[in-house]
């Protein structure tokens, strides 16, 4: 069985090819033959009406990495399984999506405001700020809708900062949250493939109150209460993903949930827990592949 990890060819760096070896070393295992492609040496669109794709040889399956949407769609258009599928990387990429998707589920999450759209070279001011003060005590959480690795996350201490940060993101997609003060610097991050629990750690940060690895913080293996495993599930259900990382915060007397991942990176997870996600996403791919070839 032959697959290719598709990942972004404009970030490029160490961090992520470490994590595209671990694809490759489990892939080798399970015996899959798995190849690393961008979306650079992919050409993708639609002639004579129907979605083509070049540059990509014939295979069984796409691990996607990237979060090129719709060059995932175009892949589905050709027949080919894609993991984790177009509507999953789309829902989670987008952080208002996210919270859109898992509303109405009996999912405990902060307080979210989404910002209304606003286009190009219109935006003379608003009353916006005051609708926020009225619903949320400062500090406020803001984040851009797409970021990765906490860097898009703001916490804005009071009026004016709230004001320099909604001016500067205006015409940028973002969302305003309830700052959980009983998890400042301190989350868990619950690994979840095939909609079972796979591992999870707890990260925390004394001085930033966000606890990304990537921003400073610390790392150590969990075993999470069944309430927050539960939830990390429910989660995969709704979404209908293969795999996912779901970040939950420490609220006062339950967990709330932070962020999804559809593509959460599994190095420092390894690191940390020893146990390699890898290994069960690929599982969890031959399994799928066997059942559709099966049919």
Known sequence: ????????????????????????????????????ITNIEIKYGIENGNAYIKGLKKCDFVLFLDKDIELAKCLE???????????????????????????????A?????????VFNNTYKGDTYIDYLEEN??????????????????YLAQNRNELQCLR?????????????????FGTDIRIHVVGNKYVVAMKRTS????????????????????????DMAIKI???????????????????????EVNSNAHIKNILDCTGVNVAEEIIAHII???YKKTSN
């Open 167 to 183: 001016d500067n993101l205006i015409y940028v997609p973002h969302i305003y949250q309830e700052f959980i003060k009983t998890s």
């Open 77 to 107: 258009k050709m027949g080919i399984s894609v993991f984790n599928n177009s509507k999953v990387i789309e829902t989670c990429d987008n952080k208002a999506k996210t919270f859109v998707a898992l509303s109405n589920n009996n999912i």
């Open 236 to 258: 995969s259900n709704i979404l209908k993903s293969d795999f996912i990382g779901v970040d939950i915060l420490f609220g006062e007397d339950n967990f709330v949930l932070c």
């Open 136 to 153: 949320l005590d400062y500090p406020i959480i803001v984040k851009e809708c797409y970021g990765s690795f906490g860097v898009q996350v």
């Open 287 to 289: 399994k799928i592949m």
């Open 109 to 117: 999450m902060p307080k979210t405001y989404i910002s209304p759209l």
């Open 1 to 36: 069985m032959k697959g290719y990890i598709i990942c972004n060819g404009y970030l490029a760096s160490k961090k992520f090819d470490e994590n595209n070896d671990l694809y490759i070393e489990a892939g080798k295992k399970a015996g899959l033959t798995l190849e690393v």
């Open 206 to 229: 004394d001085l930033n109150f966000k606890a990304n690895i990537s921003s400073g913080g610390r790392m150590e293996k969990i075993d999470p209460p069944a309430e927050a495993i």
